[in-house]
């Protein structure tokens, strides 16, 4: 009897286990571009370059970015603010920039350059990934053009695209990329340049670190849609939800 129990239980769990799964959130419209959470780091390969971001994207449209990068000359840390598209906030060691908007270049291009190969990869979106599946393109002839709003990039071909995506839990993917695109060297030499990427995204909730009460004190201020060129002092006892508003308001004068 204790024998006949003992299978009858194994039987229970065996038809329970797929009831007990862990159910996935990504709602079947999303799109790679559209994770509340990316966490992207980028090897440039035989450059001494290394980078770790790390991205959060605000249901109100707003952006920020936790800057780790390494180079042959030093280490660059901080935090940097998109509002609006209109105006940068940035505090830590990139903060010490005169001019931010070139502090977010290179995360900003980066971050779209892995949603566009995504894209490219697997245009049925995050949703169409669970089990481990293999990436892989290549294009001779034309370049991969890239537009983040604050940068663009040319990839000069032939390029193409290795690697891996899975799902790493609920709402949750993760990637391993490795990219190749010529560059043309001097005197009509050409080399091959590749980027290594591995990271992850959440598509769960907005988990956006800053509320809008968040005071400004501490962080350096520069507005890209009034044409600034350096970052200043933000006025005293600025918060998050008031320079919104103050964008919001250049996004829509009053007549």
């Known amino acids: 009897m204790k024998q006949r129990g003992k299978k009858v239980g194994l039987l229970?769990?065996?038809?329970?286990?797929?009831m007990l799964a862990?159910?996935?959130?990504?709602?079947?419209?999303?799109?790679w571009h559209e994770p509340f959470v990316t966490l992207l780091n980028v090897e440039f390969v035989d450059t001494g370059f290394n980078a770790r971001w790390e991205y959060f994207h605000c249901g109100c449209g707003d952006i920020l970015v936790r800057v780790e990068q390494s180079a042959p000359d030093g280490v660059l840390s901080?935090?940097?603010?998109?509002?609006?598209?209109?105006?940068?906030?940035?505090?830590?060691m990139v903060a010490l920039s005169a001019d931010l908007e070139p502090m977010l270049q290179a995360p900003s291009i980066m971050m779209h350059l892995a949603f566009v190969l995504m894209e490219r990869a697997l245009p049925a979106g995050?949703?169409?990934?669970?089990?481990?599946?293999?990436?892989?393109?290549d294009e001779s002839e034309l370049p991969l053009e890239i537009n983040s709003g604050l940068a663009?990039?040319?990839?000069?071909?032939?390029w193409s695209l290795r690697g891996e995506a899975w799902a790493s839990g609920d709402g949750q993917r993760r990637?391993?990329?490795?990219?190749?695109?010529?560059?043309?060297?001097?005197?009509?030499?050409?080399?091959?340049?590749?980027?290594?990427?591995?990271g992850g995204q959440d598509y769960r909730r907005d988990s956006f670190p800053l509320t809008g009460a968040t005071p400004l004190e501490g962080w350096k201020l520069?507005?890209?849609?009034?044409?600034?060129?350096?970052?200043?002092?933000?006025?005293?006892?600025?918060?998050l939800e008031q320079l919104r508003a103050q964008a919001l308001a250049l996004s829509?004068?009053?007549v």
């Not at 229970?12 to 797929?18: E, F, R, S, T, Y």
């Not at 995050?126 to 393109?137: I, N, W, Y």
Request: net charge negative.
């Open 22 to 31: 862990v159910s996935d959130t990504v709602p079947a419209g999303k799109r």
């Open 126 to 137: 995050p949703a169409s990934v669970s089990e481990r599946v293999s990436l892989e393109l």
């Open 78 to 92: 901080g935090e940097l603010l998109l509002v609006d598209g209109q105006a940068i906030a940035g505090r830590g």
């Open 152 to 158: 663009t990039g040319s990839f000069p071909a032939p």
């Open 222 to 239: 520069q507005w890209i849609s009034k044409g600034e060129t350096a970052a200043s002092d933000p006025e005293p006892g600025l918060t």
């Open 252 to 254: 829509n004068p009053e």
């Open 12 to 18: 229970l769990l065996a038809l329970l286990l797929p």
């Open 175 to 198: 990637f391993e990329l490795q990219f190749e695109f010529s560059n043309p060297a001097l005197e009509g030499e050409v080399s091959t340049q590749r980027f290594n990427f591995t």
